[in-house]
């Protein structure tokens, strides 16, 4: 035996796939995402019950602090023609984009638009006994939406479903497309 002091390994940093941000980002943000969640549940449960446009505002507002508590950016492509103002609209989401597609969605599309409360009533549920009119919307215009995932190496082919995959990659980007309106053909009189 030796009186030599025992052999200590040298301190490795951890290794980080391309792509991906390091340990303590991740927990960072995961931390972010629940003070902020907490937040929007304290304020929805002061919420006055008979008031849509603070419900709705808090719905829009609490999924942007949402997605930016987690490092998403959120990039609205608007359509070569824009949508008629004259005629309500009426969503059609192409494509299931998951719980951060829809908040995703809810900073991105017109509130005013029919199929917009359903979204958020599903990913943001507030309680309000006052629901928002309901309009004639047999003259609506078809709205499609297409919502898309990205980072800073490109489009990801399988969208990230889950927190864990959220909070763990770089510079993720949800492209909101709003596309040509649908049946925006003038009626006959």
């Known amino acids: 035996m030796t009186s ?7 301190r490795t940093r951890p290794r980080i796939r391309p792509g991906r941000v ?18 929007i549940r304290t304020r929805a449960a002061i919420l006055p019950a008979t008031s849509v446009q603070r419900r709705r505002a808090l719905q ?4 942007a602090n949402l997605l930016t508590a987690l490092g998403i950016r959120v990039q ?13 609209h ?3 989401v192409e494509n299931s984009a998951g719980v951060f597609g829809d908040l995703a969605l809810l900073v991105g599309v017109p509130r005013t638009a029919a199929g917009w409360s359903d979204v958020a009533d599903r990913v943001l549920p507030v309680r309000t006994t006052a629901r928002a009119r309901l309009r ?9 939406v297409r919502i898309g995932f990205g980072s800073a190496t490109g489009p990801l082919l399988v969208p990230p479903r889950t927190l864990t995959e959220v909070v763990e990659l770089r510079d993720l ?3 909101v497309r709003l596309l040509a309106a649908l049946g925006t053909e003038q009626r006959a009189a």
Not at 76 to 88: F, I, L
Not at 136 to 144: G, I, L
Request: with cysteine; glycine share 4%; aromatic share 4%.
């Open 4 to 10: 030599a002091p025992p052999r200590t390994q040298p």
């Open 173 to 175: 980007v949800i492209e």
């Open 76 to 88: 609205v492509v608007q359509p070569a023609t824009p949508w008629p103002r004259e005629r309500p």
């Open 136 to 144: 004639d919307v047999t003259d609506a215009v078809v709205c499609p």
């Open 60 to 63: 829009v507002c609490g999924a």
């Open 22 to 39: 390091t340990p303590t980002t991740q927990q960072q943000r995961r931390l972010r995402f629940q003070a902020t969640l907490a937040g």
């Open 90 to 92: 009426r969503l059609l």
